[in-house]
């Protein structure tokens, strides 16, 4: 058995145990295909970790860097109390079309605020704004800018905060210190940056699976 087969065996197996999808999610996953987005959402087993990572941190307020078809936005935005709030920014108009028809579906636009534009104008809009600090950030964009999106983090978080940036193993490719890939570049960039910050505490881990070999960072706001 390949390793790809064994990794979607091994996740289907997790899920259908651990993480098992309802109708709202298995529609957004349907959906966004039928609308032609990118197959690049987390797995359920990863929609569910983070889940539980927001469960576990108590957020309220939760902000989210790369929307998408509002998969990983749904399964954030139920761990969130009935008072609780989460911004997610998206580049693309389509796309937020989409996550915003998913989103009312799992009966969470309440909740969720979707704000279309690049990020990177979007987030010094957002700090205008003096929001409370965010509990938790999920970093899940253009990987060329992870540097930029993680100082904005810092901005808009506290210290006891989590930010999780998503896709930083790059196949294996963040360890290659001579890549022109952008990507790469910036994930690394982000890495060194969240490593050498005296304000953040962090690991990463590697991880296999439906969408292959990749893995988060995640870092916790210490002061």
Same mark, same amino acid.
């Given at each position: 058995?390949?390793?790809?087969?064994?990794? %979607? &065996?091994?996740?289907?197996?997790?899920?259908?145990?651990?993480?098992?999808? &309802?109708?709202?999610?298995?529609?957004?996953?349907?959906?966004?295909?039928?609308?032609? @987005?990118?197959? #690049?959402?987390?797995?359920?087993?990863? +929609?569910?970790?983070?889940?539980?990572?927001?469960?576990?941190?108590?957020?309220?307020?939760? @902000?989210?860097?790369?929307? @998408?078809? +509002?998969?990983?936005?749904?399964?954030?935005?139920?761990a969130?109390?009935?008072?609780? !709030?989460?911004?997610?920014?998206?580049?693309?108009?389509?796309?937020?079309?989409?996550?915003?028809?998913?989103?009312?579906r799992?009966?969470?636009?309440?909740?969720?605020?979707?704000?279309?534009?690049?990020? @990177?104008?979007?987030l010094?809009?957002?700090?205008?704004?003096?929001?409370?600090?965010? %509990?938790?950030?999920f970093?899940?964009? %253009?990987k060329?800018n992870?540097?930029?999106?993680?100082?904005?983090? /810092?901005? /808009?978080?506290?210290? +006891?905060?989590?930010?999780?940036? &998503?896709?930083?193993?790059?196949?294996?490719?963040?360890?290659d210190?001579?890549?022109?890939?952008?990507?790469?570049?910036?994930?690394?960039?982000? #890495?060194?940056?969240?490593?050498?910050?005296?304000?953040?505490?962090?690991?990463?881990?590697?991880?296999? +699976?439906?969408?292959?070999?990749d893995?988060?960072?995640?870092? !916790?706001?210490?002061?």
């Amino acid at each position: 058995m390949s390793d790809s087969r064994t990794w %979607d &065996d091994v996740d289907a197996y997790f899920t259908t145990h651990l993480s098992p999808e &309802d109708d709202a999610l298995r529609a957004a996953v349907r959906d966004s295909e039928a609308a032609g @987005l990118p197959s #690049i959402a987390v797995t359920a087993p990863q +929609g569910k970790l983070l889940h539980l990572l927001a469960l576990i941190q108590g957020a309220r307020t939760i @902000l989210e860097i790369g929307t @998408l078809g +509002g998969y990983s936005t749904i399964w954030l935005a139920r761990a969130l109390p009935a008072d609780g !709030r989460m911004i997610s920014l998206e580049y693309s108009p389509k796309h937020a079309e989409v996550a915003a028809r998913n989103l009312a579906r799992a009966g969470l636009d309440k909740q969720v605020e979707i704000r279309v534009g690049p990020a @990177l104008d979007s987030l010094p809009r957002l700090a205008a704004e003096h929001p409370a600090p965010f %509990d938790l950030v999920f970093i899940d964009a %253009d990987k060329a800018n992870n540097p930029h999106y993680v100082e904005w983090a /810092l901005k /808009l978080t506290a210290e +006891g905060s989590l930010i999780i940036v &998503d896709n930083v193993v790059r196949g294996g490719r963040v360890a290659d210190p001579g890549s022109t890939d952008p990507d790469v570049r910036g994930t690394r960039a982000a #890495i060194e940056l969240i490593g050498s910050h005296p304000r953040l505490a962090a690991t990463a881990i590697q991880t296999v +699976g439906g969408k292959g070999y990749d893995g988060f960072a995640l870092a !916790r706001v210490v002061r």
